[in-house]
């Protein structure tokens, strides 16, 4: 496989994770840690001011130096809200990467395509570095390159359901075409469903919610790395092609039955 | 003489400024988006950015997401 290389950073981990529902910080920092990912996704939220009005602690706990903070527009539902929230990101944190989410739907969570076309124009043109959320829908990862995205983030399956790679056929038309990195992203739920986004020609996945949710985060983002880099190893091993009939791995000589006849 | 701050009506009190308000809150500025009327205020431009009567502010936070 080729180096991992978005908007002119090398990335040495196909992993990244996001860091939702963590059951801390401290497990949320090991977890990037001991899995060597090199670029996390954060939120941006009202700061509760009741509660907790010195806010959230979360940007000390990740080292700049270490890791590419992206912060997502997840909350908008429209092309301004997800631009004005961009723009908040930046203000707050000198953040000029972005992950594009528009999710009107609170049920399903899918991405509103049209909103995040526009979106993605607006803040190509601001400067932004923008890796857009999107269903698996190949014409639309085409239409968001051309518009100047750093990358697509295709989905898997819903956001949060584990259920893997249910958009395999269309992964595979983006991949195909596509001419910025791909990103798997939302509903891998095994580690081996992120070594199958791989082999089909992914450059990289997102993982959140099956490392944070997990019984040991730490150890289920250990076995996400692995995956992953067992996949790229397998591929640059160079496989055989699959094929529809049988391919004897054991000589068809010399069988203890054998006679003279044959 | 009142302001909404986070979607809350809160008192004005004796906040002259975006900066004394964030301190009366108590909230810590640094890595923090802070909006006033819609407009993004810049850090540099908190202690000199007045507050008044019906402003609409905006404090904002990076927390955990995917």
Redesign the interface.
Known sequence: MNALIIAGRTFHSRLFIGTGKFGSHDLMRQAIETSGCELVTVALRRVDLDKNPEGDPLLSKLDPGKVVVVPNTSGARTAEEAIRIARLARAAGGFDWVKLELTPNLHHLLPDPIETLKAAEVLVKEGFKVLPYINADPVLAKRLEEAGTVAVMPLAAPIGSNLGLRTRDMLEIIVANSGVPVVVDAGLGMPSHAAAAIELGADCVLVNTAIAAAADPVGMAKAFAKAVEAAEEGLNAGPRAARATAEASSPLTGFLWQTEKG | MTLT????T?PLGDAKTLAELLAT????AS?????LNGQ?I?SSALTTTPVADKDQI?????????
């Open positions: 701050v986070n979607g809350k809160r809150l108590g909230v810590n890595k923090k988006a802070i909006e993004i810049p905006e404090i904002i936070q990076f927390v955990g997401g995917g």
